[in-house]
Structures are given as C-alpha cells and as structure tokens.
C-alpha cells in the first residue's frame, strides 16, 4: 500500500528487527548492505 500510494519516484528504506528480516525479501525488498547510522543519545 505504501508503494502504491507514494509512486514510482519515492524510494523505500525499512530498518527491519532481526527477527522480521527473513519476511522482507518475500514482499520484494532488497537488502543492502552499506549502511551506517549515529544511534539516538536518549
């Protein structure tokens, strides 16, 4: 619903519990492997 309804020109980036990370590939998410973050100080 969230693809049908951003469109085309909108990408979609999930940060995804480990435990779900076996679902996404199923609904046509591709992994990707370069990614870094600061994690909130609070």
């Known amino acids: 619903m969230v693809e049908k309804k951003l ?12 435990e779900a990370m ?6 046509g998410f591709q992994k990707a492997e370069q990614a870094w973050w600061v994690p909130r100080k609070q």
């Open 7 to 18: 469109g085309d020109d909108v990408m979609v980036c999930l940060l995804s519990a480990p």
């Open 22 to 27: 076996a679902y996404y590939p199923k609904v």
